[in-house]
């Protein structure tokens, strides 16, 4: 049976304490059939490695490479989140291209595929993950690899009039086509790639085909990614009982509680969800004294300008906020931008009548349907999501705005805020549904059964 090689930016290592995060979890039916997963180690030393060192945990083998300062900067702060990250959530003005970034970012890829290659088996297949390593499969061709290569994309794709703003798009868009499937995270995402096939390429793709590039096939699908929403939904009802949901639920004092749980990332919509929740105590004052607003703003990736800008706005306009309408007995926005336990979350989430998810693009967004999974089916909360969230394909129950209208989203707060029970428990029913049949045993079976064509044993199970 084939094994599955998993190369991702970032490599949750044990030993690194690294806690279950949502690609480790949906990738575990993977895991059970062996696998090899290789990215950075998250280090930087004097010189990028040029071969992998490798760590061994159960049926798990990770390979992993440390980056130069230099390598650091260019690549991944440079063109991977001062361009990629911007440009593929349909921000063209935040890019700062750099020629040398760019290479810095293709050197860095050529490494990977490098290290990678000295530890490569005949039959494995290889799973590429996100916009870090879009030319990987290319460098791994190049070193002479013919093992089959996928790549996931997990933020979103955009049309090629967006596309087009990158000076280096169609040398970019050609190496996508260097894998032998494509997969993206929602419908939206496939149409704004074959927008961009056709307008740069003159690829016009038949609908459901897959693409004939260079006398070879590409699948490509959109696999949207899922949790482990029943083992999500037993987390959340054994955290309820948790310390801390009982020191949340003490000190909210019987209020509504409302929750936001993003990375502090300018995608997430976060100033304007704060402006919302200021209309919210301004247009309908009967909440005030009676809502609490709990955003958990993790810090994330902190030597990008960008990032510390928006911390900046964010700590004044909570600050405005509070200092507009608490009270002395009374805090409206609770902001915090360290991380908490998943474990908490979980429990957060079922105590929160709100769950606010509103960023201005997202591949998916999980934290939408962590909220979902979450919820008591006897009084569940209600969730608010952006339309420009992957999730908002499926999840089509919730409360769906338009996160660049901040006064929609206070409408919805309050909407949600004073929904009937009936109403409540009829939406969360379907929507719980929907996040138990796309998964992430879904996900990862459904990727590897178009890697393998479904020929090769690869057969995952079924949630
Ligand atoms: C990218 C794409 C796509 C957040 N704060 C804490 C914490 N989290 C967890 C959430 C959730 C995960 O991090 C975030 O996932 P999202 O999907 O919401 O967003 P990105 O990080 O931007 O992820 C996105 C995803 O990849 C997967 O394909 O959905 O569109 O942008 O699981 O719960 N976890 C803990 N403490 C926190 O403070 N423990």
Redesign the pocket.
């Known amino acids: 049976m084939a094994r599955v090689v998993i190369v991702s930016n970032r490599v949750p290592l044990p030993s690194k304490g690294a806690?279950a995060?949502?690609l480790t979890v949906a990738l575990k039916d993977v895991f059970k059939q062996g696998a090899l997963w290789l990215g950075w180690s998250g280090e930087i030393a004097a010189e990028t490695a040029t071969s992998a060192k490798l760590h061994n945990s159960g049926k798990l083998d990770f390979a992993t490479i440390d980056l130069s300062e230099d390598d650091y900067r260019r690549f991944y702060v440079g063109f991977a989140n001062s361009v990629l990250w911007p440009l593929l959530h349909f921000q063209p003005g935040l890019l700062e291209f750099d020629r040398e970034d760019f290479e810095g970012y293709l050197a860095v890829n050529s490494t990977y595929a490098k290290a990678l290659a000295e530890l490569l088996r005949p039959d494995d297949l290889i799973w590429v993950h996100d916009y870090h390593l879009i030319p990987l499969a290319d460098a791994l061709r190049a070193l002479g690899v013919k093992n089959r290569i996928g790549f996931f994309l997990?933020?979103p794709f955009v049309p090629a009039s967006v596309f087009g703003v990158l000076p280096s798009a169609e040398k970019l868009l050609r190496m996508m086509l260097t894998y032998d499937v494509v997969g993206f995270?929602a419908r939206q995402h496939l149409h704004d790639f074959e927008d961009c096939l056709l307008s740069f390429l003159n690829i016009a793709r038949q609908s459901g085909e897959p693409i004939s590039y260079e006398g070879r096939s590409v699948v490509v699908d959109a696999i949207p990614?899922g949790i482990d929403s029943r083992g999500f939904a037993r987390q959340a009802k054994k955290a309820v009982q948790s310390r801390a949901a009982h020191r949340l639920f003490e000190s909210i004092e019987g209020h509504a509680f409302m929750i936001g749980?993003?990375?502090l990332?300018y995608s997430k919509g976060l100033p304007n969800r704060f402006e919302a929740f200021g209309y919210l105590l301004d247009r309908f004052p009967e909440h005030r004294m009676h809502v609490t607003y709990l955003q958990?703003a993790?810090r994330s990736r902190e030597d990008v300008a960008e990032y510390q800008r928006l911390k900046r706005e964010l700590d004044r306009l909570s600050g405005d906020i509070n200092g507009r309408y608490a009270d002395f007995d009374w805090q409206p926005l609770r902001y915090m931008t360290r991380?908490?336990?998943?474990a908490s979350?979980a429990g957060f989430h079922r105590q929160a009548r709100v769950g606010i998810v509103t960023p201005l693009r997202?591949?998916?967004?999980?934290?939408a349907k962590?909220y979902i999974a979450a919820q008591d089916p006897e009084d569940p909360g209600v969730l608010i999501l952006s339309r420009f969230a992957?999730a908002a394909e499926e999840l089509t129950e919730a409360i769906i705005i338009n996160p660049y209208d901040p006064e929609e989203i206070t409408e919805a707060m309050h909407e949600a805020l004073v929904m009937p029970l009936d109403e409540r428990k009829d939406r969360q029913e379907k929507l719980f549904e929907k996040i138990c049949q796309t998964t992430a045993i879904t996900y990862c079976r459904d990727f590897i059964n178009a890697l393998t064509g479904g020929t090769n044993g690869h057969s995952l199970t079924s949630q």
């Open positions: 806690k995060g949502g997990h933020v995270q990614i749980v993003d990375r990332d958990i993790a991380a908490v336990s998943r979350l997202d591949g998916m967004n999980l934290v962590e992957g």
